[in-house]
């Protein structure tokens, strides 16, 4: 089996007095594509960001490619996030005063790569998303369907290790959203990033290699080292 892009284990998160993760193991082998399915509110968006590194957790471990980054300082999880992992927002965070090009190169130019070869590589990716000839518009001038593209892009511009995607088809019609997820996993497949994608539709999951429940607090992923189970 290829190794363990992205590990969560025993994790476990609260806002407040509200629990809502309460021992989760997952993990993403590279090249895999996994969806992430459980009700609304059932902690899905908290999950993706803790294994971000976006938030920290309670309790429990998040590995990137073998190593801790979940007990690194908020700097240091910046600079893991910008280099080597992707992420599609559940509501959509491209930067409305750029054209499309601009922001699927902007983790490139964020890493310091230069002005021509980020071009090349966001140029290709917006090709191979299908949505090249649409590179010089600005965010106001795509359809919701093509802004997803450009955030999957994006996402997958800098050939991340792992990206996250939080239900990335949630405002598009069925047919576009497949297409758009149809996408996600060939660009993914083209760069062999692992991707772990939270979705509600059941034809989305169809597109991944296998799914994970998250309910009641945890999830039971029978390819996890450890399955944990409520007291
Ligand atoms: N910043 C926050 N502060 C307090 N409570 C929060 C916060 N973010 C999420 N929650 C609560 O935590 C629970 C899990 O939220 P989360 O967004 O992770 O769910 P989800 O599975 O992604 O839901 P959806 O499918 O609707 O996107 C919900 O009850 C939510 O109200
Ligand atoms: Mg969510």
Redo the contacts with the bound molecule.
């Keep these: 089996m290829s190794e363990v892009v992205l590990r969560g284990s025993a994790l476990r998160h609260s806002?407040?007095i509200?629990e809502?993760l309460r021992g989760v193991d997952v993990e993403v082998r590279a090249g895999e594509v996994v969806a992430l399915m459980?009700?609304?509110?059932?902690?899905?968006?908290?999950?993706l960001h803790l294994l971000a590194g976006l938030l920290r957790p309670d309790a429990g471990e998040v590995e990137l490619r073998g190593e801790r980054i979940d007990h690194l300082s908020e700097g240091e999880r910046s600079r893991t996030r910008l280099e080597h992992l992707g992420f599609v927002f559940?509501f959509g965070d491209l930067v409305p005063e750029l054209t499309v090009v601009e922001n699927v190169e902007l983790p490139l130019r964020l890493l310091g790569r230069r002005r021509g070869a980020a071009r090349r590589a966001a140029t290709e990716l917006l090709d191979l998303l299908g949505i090249a000839d649409l590179a010089d518009r600005r965010l106001h001038e795509v359809s919701g369907g093509e802004s997803q593209r450009a955030a999957v892009a994006r996402a997958l511009v800098h050939s991340p290790a792992a990206v996250l995607a939080?239900?990335p088809t949630g405002a598009l019609d069925t047919i576009t959203g497949e297409r758009v997820l149809e996408a996600l996993v060939a660009a993914a497949r083209h760069t062999g990033a692992a991707v772990l994608l939270?979705t509600?539709e059941l034809t989305v999951a169809s597109w991944a290699g296998r799914d994970v429940q998250?309910r009641d607090g945890t999830i039971r992923d029978p390819s996890a080292a450890t399955v944990r189970r409520l007291p």
């Design positions: 806002y407040g509200q809502v459980g009700p609304s509110g059932s902690g899905k968006s908290t999950l559940q939080d239900e939270v509600h998250l």
